[in-house]
């Protein structure tokens, strides 16, 4: 199952109206990322202050969740011709109302011998809540059932930071800034050649 099948049956069983509540689309370029041109620690020190840059978009298309399975086809085609990520972010909105947050993380694992010790280092993290793990390519995505408040999604964040092998710090300092998670549905290639795709449960 590809990331873009599993959003759509998670949004249906959300705790809202899928009649009146909407997720979140973004279209944003991809290339090499700040860690990856600045690979070691010396580099990293040397280009500081281009690791304090927080690009957008901060803000995306709201789609209605009970249109979201027919109408994700088409955005992702649109973002693929133009060589752009479509993603999700985290957060769902009711009338123009920010109404929560998807339990979405980006997964840098280290350390992690297989796919059920990371499946269960995330079951701790998240304290149970189930889930999907999708792999993105080099990395791993959780997708958690449910929604979370303001607040619980500010704690969940902060929770992956605390082990030291789960998460890139900043993804999580991008997440708080833009005060969302987005994860990528599609391709994207060079630099992001391979679909998500669902390969455990959590």
Known sequence: ?????????????????????????????????????????????????????????????????SDLAGRLPAELLSASQRR???SVTSRIWCERRLVGHIALM?????GFSDLDELA????????????????????????GHGLLSEQEWLDFVAQFLMPCTLVSPRYVGHSLIRRFCALRLNAVPPHKPETPLVVSAV
């Not at 990322?33 to 803000?59: C, K, M, T, Y």
């Not at 980006?106 to 280290?110: A, G, Q």
């Not at 701790?124 to 959780?142: D, E, I, M, W």
């Open 120 to 143: 269960r280092g995330v079951s701790a993290v998240v304290h149970g809540r189930p889930g999907q793990l999708v792999r993105s390519g080099r990395y791993y995505h959780y997708y």
């Open 84 to 86: 752009l990520a479509l």
């Open 1 to 65: 199952m590809e990331a873009s099948e599993l959003l759509c049956t998670m949004a249906l069983a959300l705790p809202v109206p899928a009649q009146d509540c909407q997720v979140e689309l973004i279209q944003h370029a991809v290339g090499t990322n700040w860690r990856q041109q600045n690979p070691q620690a010396r580099d990293q020190v040397l280009a500081l202050s281009e690791s304090l840059i927080h690009s957008g978009p901060f803000s995306g298309k709201l789609v209605g969740i």
């Open 106 to 110: 980006n997964l840098h694992p280290e």
